[in-house]
């Protein structure tokens, strides 16, 4: 082989081992595929309090907490109406691609096998899911 071949070659290789490996996708991305990860086994495990805690902006929760018997009506809501939905839709988007806007502080999960698209936002290093 020519050095150029190998370099070549080397080279492919070190490609398709980022691609294999999700490194050259970068940082935002793979906190938000983890996120997906852990939301997903949180609805699953119906642990739906940590699920909320976790990954909705803590200022709509707070919004639902200030008045009493609001928090527990939209903690009910959630599990009879979202939750099995939403852990679907996230379980197809651990599949997908996401569109994430240029300052990595916005994604979108679509597609036909979702219920609709699922944005989620990243604030201060951390994504939330938008419901």
């Known amino acids: 082989m020519t050095h150029q071949r190998i370099r070549h070659t080397a080279s492919c290789v070190l490609l398709l081992g980022l691609l294999a490996c999700g490194c050259g996708r970068g940082k935002a991305t793979s906190e938000l595929e983890r996120a997906v990860t852990?939301?997903?086994?949180?609805?699953?495990?119906?642990?739906?309090?940590?699920?909320?805690?976790a990954y909705v902006?803590?200022?709509?929760?707070?919004?639902?907490?200030?008045?009493?018997?609001?928090y527990d009506r939209f903690l009910r809501d959630f599990r009879e109406k979202e939750q099995a939905g939403l852990l679907a839709?996230?379980?197809?988007?651990?599949?997908?691609?996401?569109?994430?806007?240029?300052?990595?502080?916005m994604a979108d999960f679509a597609g036909q096998a979702l219920?609709?698209?699922?944005?989620?936002?990243?604030?201060?290093?951390?994504?939330?899911?938008?419901?």
């Open 57 to 70: 902006r803590p200022e709509v929760l707070a919004r639902y907490k200030e008045r009493p018997g609001r």
């Open 38 to 53: 852990n939301m997903t086994a949180l609805l699953k495990q119906d642990r739906v309090e940590e699920f909320l805690a």
């Open 89 to 105: 839709d996230l379980q197809h988007a651990a599949s997908l691609e996401p569109q994430i806007n240029e300052q990595r502080t």
């Open 115 to 131: 219920s609709r698209t699922r944005r989620f936002v990243r604030i201060e290093g951390r994504w939330y899911i938008l419901l």
